[in-house]
């Protein structure tokens, strides 16, 4: 477990010693522990284990993107969870990891096109004319068909951070998110970001990409 206090923004550093904001992070002992071991036996010495949103959140802080000014959501779609977390006021002030991500749409596309898991994931990322030359249990493989599964799987997504961005901006001070940093696995894949930014309604562009 960890901590951090954060002075309230516009105090000029004098910060309300009875009313305090406080930052409490955990990871559980046996996830640490894992981890720990895989680094160990690739020979590697950890001095640090953090949890994945402060990782992200740490190589934005320390980017030329960062502007103190937006209120930005930086968003990882990884394979099991995507990862939300927001800075307003140069500050990180919520984070959270939604279930719906890269394994969902692998599986979706696993169970409506009839293939195996494996196959679906070198699927997913491959380019649309490639589809066709596909078969699967249920016929041949079209764009269209890999199309709208990965479709609906990316509005399961977007209606995750939609719920995120709602409870984020109903907590007191929290304002509206300006601007989306996307990264993880799944943000490379066509489309993604305008995808993103329409149903988001706000900017949306990979991280990373001066």
């Known amino acids: 477990m960890d901590y951090k206090v954060f002075t309230p923004a516009g105090d000029g550093g004098q910060a309300d010693q009875s009313e305090l904001e406080v930052q409490l992070v955990a990871v559980r002992k046996e996830v640490a522990d894992t981890y720990a071991?895989?680094?160990?036996?690739?020979?590697?010495?950890?001095?640090?284990?953090?949890?994945?949103?402060?990782?992200?959140?740490?190589?934005?802080a320390g980017s030329l993107k960062r502007d103190p000014e937006e209120v930005t959501a930086l968003i990882s779609i990884g394979a099991s969870g995507t990862d939300i977390v927001v800075e307003q006021n140069g500050s990180?002030?919520?984070?959270?990891?939604?279930?719906?991500?890269?394994s969902s749409l692998t599986t979706a596309l696993a169970k409506n096109l009839e293939i195996p898991f494996d196959k679906?994931?070198?699927?997913?990322?491959?380019?649309?004319?490639?589809?066709?030359?596909?078969?699967?249990?249920?016929?041949?493989?079209?764009?269209?068909?890999?199309?709208?599964?990965?479709?609906?799987?990316?509005?399961?997504?977007?209606?995750?951070?939609?719920r995120s961005f709602d409870f984020y901006v109903s907590q007191s001070d929290a304002m509206p998110v300006t601007r989306v940093f996307l990264s993880g696995g799944s943000s490379k894949m066509e489309g993604v970001t305008d995808f993103l930014s329409e149903r988001l309604g706000v900017p949306v562009e990979l991280f990373g990409r001066e």
């Open 37 to 60: 071991a895989i680094l160990k036996k690739c020979k590697i010495r950890a001095d640090i284990i953090e949890a994945a949103p402060i990782s992200i959140y740490n190589a934005y």
């Open 92 to 102: 990180m002030q919520f984070m959270r990891n939604a279930p719906e991500a890269g």
């Open 120 to 162: 679906a994931e070198e699927l997913k990322t491959k380019p649309a004319p490639d589809y066709s030359q596909e078969e699967g249990e249920g016929g041949s493989i079209t764009a269209d068909k890999v199309s709208a599964i990965l479709e609906k799987g990316f509005e399961r997504i977007a209606t995750e951070i939609r």
